[in-house]
């Protein structure tokens, strides 16, 4: 059974710093792996989408990178902002037998980027 | 383009009673997945449509069902309400994956449960 884990699970920084959020997930065999951010009381927005044949993909502050072998992926946000607080959600798509495939949810890093 | 849309986006029930959710994808869109989200089990995978077929489905009892319509809106209905379904529901389209190429999903605002 795929599990994913996000570490750290809140994360207080100061405007303009750079950080790291970190996901990792148990089984290697993912098809992609998406990051999301989440505000409060709101639906998800779709941040990074990487496919299990690349390594990373970058939106303007935003890099994401993926490593399979290793079942971890990294989000970095460069000079972050007030704007920035949110939950951060990694998921990886899967297929756990037949048909069956589904996005596997980490519980989410919650940031707060501190003016 | 617009994006997923939701309706309604807050609802309060009593135990017992039954609800219906509706979800709208994004044009050209033709699966739709449902996800249940709570703080104690975070982001929970209820079940996929394509094609007005149920295509996957997670681990949910039976009370929880839907149905997709032939322009690809979907619904999702509970009945026999539990406090314990109090929760944020969430859809996610996306276009159907095609050989090794499994599209990104794009979610709507929810609509957000309450069970008295």
């Known amino acids: 059974k795929q599990e994913v884990t996000q570490i750290p699970a809140a994360l207080s920084v100061p405007e303009g710093e750079n950080l790291v959020l970190n996901c990792s997930f148990t089984?290697?065999?993912?098809?992609?792996l998406q990051w999301f951010r989440q505000d409060p009381g709101k639906g998800l927005t779709s941040l990074l989408l990487?496919?299990?044949?690349?390594r990373e993909q970058t939106s303007g502050r935003l890099n994401a990178s993926l490593d399979k072998s290793s079942g971890r992926s990294t989000l970095y946000i460069a000079a972050s902002q007030p704007g920035d607080s949110a939950t951060y959600l990694c998921?990886?798509?899967?297929?756990?037998?037949?048909?069956?495939?589904?996005?596997?949810f980490g519980k989410g890093t919650l940031l707060t980027v501190n003016p | 383009k617009a994006g997923v849309t939701q309706t309604p986006r807050y609802l309060i029930k009593t135990r017992g009673q039954q609800v219906t959710l509706s979800c709208s994808p994004i044009?050209?869109?033709?699966?739709v997945s449902w996800y249940q989200q709570t703080p104690g089990q975070g982001l929970q995978f209820l079940f996929e449509?394509?094609?007005?077929?149920?295509?996957n489905k997670g681990n949910f009892p039976g009370r929880f069902s839907g149905r997709q319509f032939s322009n690809s809106r979907s619904e999702m209905n509970v009945s026999t309400l539990e406090l314990g379904d109090s929760a944020l529901y969430l859809c996610?389209?996306?276009?159907?994956?095609?050989?090794?190429?499994?599209?990104?999903?794009?979610f709507g605002p929810g609509t957000r449960l309450t069970v008295l």
């Open positions: 089984d290697s065999a993912i098809y992609n």
């Open positions: 449509y394509f094609s007005e077929t149920q295509r």
């Open positions: 044009s050209g869109h033709r699966s």
């Open positions: 990487i496919q299990s044949s690349q």
């Open positions: 998921a990886v798509f899967t297929n756990s037998g037949g048909s069956n495939y589904k996005l596997t």
């Open positions: 996610a389209s996306s276009f159907p994956r095609t050989g090794d190429n499994y599209n990104e999903q794009f």
